[in-house]
């Protein structure tokens, strides 16, 4: 007897508790925290910045300015690559390059560089952003687990956008301010393994890789499911006019074959006029014998 095959979506039950899935909401809790934590943090370390790298104002400006230019011009764009190449994928390389990309913070030596730093964070906050509250919802199958999660995954993403102004004030008291933006590191790390360890892979079906073969699937699924509009007849009477004057909510008139007219009755004012010419006919006036005088009432 043959045995189905393993796959990893039937391997992988989803669970029934928020506990049950306590690693992966670790992960996409992290996840939203680097996302509320890094760009509120970094402000409070611009003057520090801009004296140690004698950097203008529009330099600082565009410290601030490049994440916010990447991360909302690219968002959109790394939503549609994670639907057709996988949020989980998608994500994973997000957080590696946001590893990366905070881990080069110690080596910056220029303004220039860290905008370059700041653009390349801004890149792994779009990688990540899109598939955070996705994978939430696709760990659970039930709305209220899924209404929990979104909960708690938005309060440590909250909780971290009010302590980062304190919090980066008192890491600045004590050490330099290329601690602020190395602490991504380890908040990458943490989401890493909480993605991987929590989250099922993708599953190839439900990846959408060509957009309109999708929807016209989805619209050819909707044809599918409507109710079938009764037959019409064949052939009917048409109006009087040739169907001039009609409502516009009045069907279309249709031509009468000769077939159902000969088959359809003769209605009752034909059938009374035929019988009332049959029974009595027309009289017509009749010539006169010669010399006989013509009657006063005939007229010729």
Known sequence: M????DTGAARVRPPRTLREAWVALAGLSAVFLFEMLDNSILNVALPTIGRELHASAVALQW????????FGGLMLAFGAAADRFGRRRVMLAGLALLAAASLATAFVTTAE??????ALTGVAAAM???GSMALAFRLFRDDRLRIRATTVITTAGLAGLAIAPAAGGFVLAVAPWQVLLLVNVPIAVLAIAGVRAGIAPD???GLHRDPWTSSARCWARRRSSWPSSPPRSSCTKAPPGGGRGRSPRS?????SCSSCAS???????STSRSSR??????????????GSPPPASATW
């Open 2 to 5: 043959s045995t189905p095959p």
């Open 63 to 70: 410290v601030t300015g490049a994440y916010a230019v990447m």
């Open 113 to 118: 560089q860290l905008i370059a730093v700041r």
């Open 128 to 130: 990540t952003t899109p």
């Open 203 to 205: 599953d190839p079906a």
């Open 251 to 255: 069907p279309p008139p249709e031509r």
């Open 263 to 269: 088959a359809r009755p003769a209605t009752r004012s």
């Open 277 to 290: 010419a049959r029974s009595s006919p027309v009289a017509w006036p009749t010539r006169p014998p010669p």
